[in-house]
């Protein structure tokens, strides 16, 4: 059961101390604090996703770059948004945050049944978990329109009258004095499968989560329709035996849903003492993949191509083998033909889940850029580019990174070799044209790939 919701974002503190003027420090319980303690010291995967630190004299947990929910034993849930909106903490803001975890969410192979869109703003209005409840609730109730699908099911019984099959060994133990009766196995023909017992098990576990009114309604209606259907009494077991025959393809979306909620609110889990179950993803993870699929949509023709964490180079050979692998986000090829041969053009492009801000556009702060980005950029330059081309850095758009960086950044070799580096900023919110998320300098060279170029001039440093 549910019995506190908080709201924080990626990298803010945790503790059970109260903190006045600290927008960065979320006050939960001493009990809930004290599990998240123990979980930070765990070898397995919360020490990923948690960390245990003091900020002066403050005991903390500060949340790492995961984004989800986070449960206690206690009732504590502890919502993480991504950083992006955290300069607007606000319900405005919650709700814009939501909103662009849930279009990342949409990317990812389990999660492409989630609705995340303008229209739906009661959505991103409720608390995360919440949302993937209602997706749940809202995918099994399309199903049961579409209708609860039965299956034969083998079965043996000692029944009053013969059915089906005789068994004949277990007649005679069974059967020798009470000779009315037979042994028999045989098909019944009815909604108890295993597709239908992971769901009604799917129903009642969510029903000790969800706080919505609506959820609530919603869930005694769907769970009204399973009432001949029992429980999974081998979870992991039915999943193995799960079968989906021809025309229940329906049933795609809600086992997917009924599989992450069964198997305790994976990918990642925590493992504690009480075994409170945790949804989390990583924040680099998550952004790459759907600006992968963005770009995806907007290749302009068929002679250009998308990849995706190709490995085709590495950093230096030695002894024969290949060394450190040079694995950039994205490369565009791009392929023409030039008098009567073919000719391919590469873009290299990286994702970079961390805020910019162009106001620090001096030589100190260099907009928050990393040098070590840089560096690596130039090194999949040498090996991708043959240092000559198109280079281009991705970050999430917000408040103080709105519009791509006017000047490139230019390598100047001795080979008179142009290679120039563009830094962008990527749309992630839920109120923005596809065709407008990635914006780029008109004439950067990306332009000639992509429908979205910002029609501005390019201006070379």
Not at 90 to 99: E, K, T
Not at 163 to 182: A, C, P, S, T
Request: charged share 20%; hydrophobic share 35%.
């Amino acid at each position: 059961m549910i019995k506190h919701h908080h709201v924080v974002y990626e990298f803010n503190y945790l503790t059970k101390e109260k903190v006045s003027g600290g927008d960065n420090f979320t006050q939960i319980s001493a009990t809930a604090f004290d599990y998240l303690v123990e979980l930070c010291k765990c070898q397995e995967s919360e020490s990923r996703f948690l960390s245990n630190k003091r900020v002066g004299t403050i005991e903390v947990v500060q949340v790492k770059n995961y984004l989800g929910v986070i449960f206690t034993p206690d009732g504590t849930q502890i919502e993480v948004l991504p950083k992006t909106a955290s300069r607007a903490q606000s319900d405005d803001g919650n709700a814009d945050a939501r909103a662009a975890l849930l279009n990342m969410l949409a990317t990812l192979a389990d999660f492409k049944s989630i609705q995340s869109s303008t229209a739906n703003i009661e959505q991103i209005q409720m608390p995360l978990l919440e949302v993937f409840i209602s997706e749940f609730l809202a995918s099994v109730n399309q199903l049961i329109k579409r209708g609860l699908r039965s299956d034969y099911v083998n079965k043996q019984d000692n029944l009053y009258f013969l059915k089906g099959k005789l068994l004949v060994n277990q007649q005679m133990k069974q059967n020798f004095i009470n000779q009315h009766k037979f042994v028999v196995e045989y098909d019944e023909f009815e909604p108890d499968r295993p597709a239908n017992r992971l769901l009604h098990s799917t129903l009642v576990k969510v029903k000790q989560f969800t706080r919505s009114l609506k959820n609530q309604k919603l869930l005694s209606e769907l769970t009204f329709a399973f009432a001949d259907i029992p429980l999974s009494q081998n979870i992991k077991n039915d999943f193995l035996q799960l079968k989906l025959d021809r025309g229940m393809q329906y049933y795609k979306a809600p086992l997917a849903w009924a599989k992450l909620i069964l198997e305790g609110f994976s990918p990642l889990t925590t493992k504690g003492i009480n075994h409170a179950s945790s949804l989390l993803f990583r924040s680099e993870v998550l952004f790459e993949s759907y600006v992968r699929h963005v770009l995806n949509q907007q290749i302009k023709t068929d002679d250009n191509k998308l990849i995706g964490q190709t490995r085709e180079k590495s950093l230096v050979e030695h002894n024969g083998a290949n060394y450190f692998n040079l694995q950039p986000d994205l490369v565009i090829q791009a392929c023409s033909l030039e008098l009567s041969k073919k000719s391919v053009t590469q873009v290299v492009l990286d994702t970079k889940w961390k805020l910019l801000d162009q106001n620090k556009n001096n030589g100190t702060d260099k907009y928050g850029l990393s040098q070590a980005d840089f560096y690596q950029m130039f090194a999949y330059a040498q090996k991708y580019l043959n240092g000559h081309g198109t280079l281009v850095l991705i970050y999430p758009k917000q408040t103080d990174f709105e519009e791509p960086l006017q000047h490139s950044f230019d390598f100047t070799s001795d080979d008179n070799k142009q290679l120039k580096l563009w830094v962008v900023p990527f749309d992630i919110s839920h109120n923005c044209d596809d065709n407008k998320r990635l914006l780029i300098q008109k004439g950067s060279g990306l332009d000639n790939y992509l429908n979205c170029a910002v029609p501005q001039p390019a201006t070379n440093g």
